[in-house]
């Protein structure tokens, strides 16, 4: 949460807005994981892990970062396959819990009803 309060000045309505443009890349990140996972491109399984691991770190969610970068190197290199479906389902099980605790973050303030999130 520091990155928000740095970037929005504290400002409330700008951290809804991030954390909502979050929301939304993490649904549509989502959906590329099981997309690519299952047609085996392991290629664009690298590319979208790269893009959510990097998401996730300025976010503040570490531990789900970690498993991106370790999916995004192995789907690189096709190393380890028997692991992607593990890695892609500790994300989807994960990323609704980040998105709750950034909501509960700003939660003096109703959320527009349009930040929940459903992988």
Known sequence: MSYLNEVSGGDISIKKEIIEMFFSQMQTT??????????????KLSEVA???KSTLRVMGAEDLAKKMEILQYT??????TENYPVLVNYFLANIPLVCQELESEISSSPMSSSSSFSS
């Open 30 to 43: 989502s959906a590329l994981l099981k997309e690519n996972l299952s047609s085996g491109d392991y290629q």
């Open 50 to 52: 790269h893009s959510a």
């Open 75 to 80: 789907a690189a290199q096709k190393e380890s």
